[in-house]
């Protein structure tokens, strides 16, 4: 079975930039669109980055998405970080029969 | 602006069927190329999709729960429908539906998400 890693936490000083991996298991992870969600307590997720690397309007630029079939990961870098940034992260791709696939999300704390 | 409200019990005995049901607002469930999806997150735990519907009425499903699993849609009430039989406490979750862009695409609106606790 296909499954995305994210790391379980990270944490960083506000105004600094963090970098959150997502590795696939199998095969290529550039094979398909990776997908960013930012969950904050008590709330539906909402999209950061969609199709590896495009940002919804309303997203500031300081997210970015990226892919790196060398490592089979995809990466969401957040910089300039702000408290309401804190928040658990999700990405989101498919498995080899289109079926969706989580990874298990990061806590960001940022303090 | 598309809404989704989920709706339906909010507590579930044991070994019973969880039923679920999605009102979309702002919008036709029919229009566009979308499908509809429910995703659920036990508390304090990471996002598990469960499956999706076309308004054709073509369905995908998680295999892990595939064998319990039953959406449907009824485009005139502009609904879609979970139904998760044999349920146990490990069923006990946030459940949210949402829009789905299919294959590739990305889940764009959300409802907010109701609780389902499995418990006699």
């Known amino acids: 079975n296909f499954m995305l890693t994210q790391p379980h936490s990270v944490s960083e000083s506000p105004g600094k930039t963090v970098t959150i991996s997502c590795t696939g298991s199998?095969?290529?992870?550039?094979?398909?669109?990776v997908q960013w969600y930012q969950q904050r307590p008590g709330s539906a997720p909402t999209t950061v980055i969609y199709?590896?690397?495009?940002?919804p309007s309303g997203v500031p630029d300081r997210f970015s998405g990226s892919i790196d079939s060398s490592s089979n990961s995809a990466s969401l870098t957040i910089s300039g970080l702000k408290t309401e940034d804190e928040a658990d992260y999700y990405c989101?791709?498919?498995?080899?029969?289109?079926?969706?696939?989580f990874g298990g999300g990061t806590k960001l704390t940022v303090l | 602006q598309v809404q989704l409200q989920e709706s339906g019990p909010g507590l579930v005995k044991p070994s019973q069927t969880l039923s679920l049901t999605c009102t979309v607002s702002?919008?036709?469930?029919?229009?566009?190329?979308?499908?509809w999806s429910w995703i659920r997150q036990p508390a304090g735990k990471g996002l598990e999709w469960i499956g999706r519907?076309?308004?054709?009425?073509?369905?995908n499903y998680n295999p892990s729960l595939k064998s319990r699993v039953t959406i449907s849609v009824d485009t005139s009430k502009n609904q879609f429908s979970l139904k998760l039989s044999s349920v146990t406490a490990a069923d006990t979750a946030v459940y949210y539906c949402?829009?789905?862009?299919?294959?590739?695409?990305?889940?764009?609106?959300w409802g907010q998400g109701t609780l389902v606790t499995v418990s006699s």
């Open positions: 702002g919008g036709s469930i029919s229009s566009g190329s979308y499908y």
């Open positions: 519907i076309y308004t054709s009425g073509s369905t």
């Open positions: 199709e590896d690397n495009q940002r």
């Open positions: 949402a829009r789905d862009g299919g294959p590739g695409g990305i889940f764009d609106y």
């Open positions: 199998s095969g290529s992870i550039a094979s398909n669109y």
């Open positions: 989101q791709s498919y498995d080899s029969s289109n079926y969706v696939v």
